[in-house]
């Protein structure tokens, strides 16, 4: 099993850039592939990016060229840089370990665009 806290979030004008950090503990790091989920008031969370255990990323087509996903192996630890935020990016966003049929969440974290 593994557990993830994410940090990172907060208020940021329309334009600006966050970045995210989901921290893990208790499993092997390494073995897991990884995704930021998002979700909005009165929607339903939604995949933003994924990071494989060999590093291949992919991100949703309505943040890409804005936002990144890296892993730190060495830290347990996976970023998700967002750029140029835009009111409609505003959720919590989560982590998520998976592993075979196994996933795990964290606690989420609030992003909030607004001027």
């Known amino acids: 099993q593994v557990q993830l806290v994410e940090s990172g979030g907060g208020l940021v004008q329309p334009g600006g850039s966050l970045r995210l950090s989901c921290a893990a503990s208790?499993?092997?790091?390494?073995?897991?592939?990884m995704g930021w989920y998002r979700q909005a008031p009165g929607k339903q969370r939604e995949l933003v990016c994924t990071?494989?255990?060999?590093?291949?990323?992919y991100c949703q087509y309505f943040v890409k060229g804005r936002f990144s996903i890296s892993r730190d192996n060495a830290k347990n630890t996976v970023y998700l840089q967002m750029n140029n935020l835009q009111p409609e990016d505003t959720a919590v966003y989560y982590c998520?370990?998976?592993?075979?049929?196994?996933?795990?969440w964290g606690q989420g974290t609030q992003v909030t665009v607004s001027s």
């Open positions: 998520k370990a998976t592993y075979r049929e196994n996933g795990y």
């Open positions: 990071i494989t255990s060999a590093s291949s990323t």
């Open positions: 208790g499993s092997i790091f390494t073995i897991y592939t």
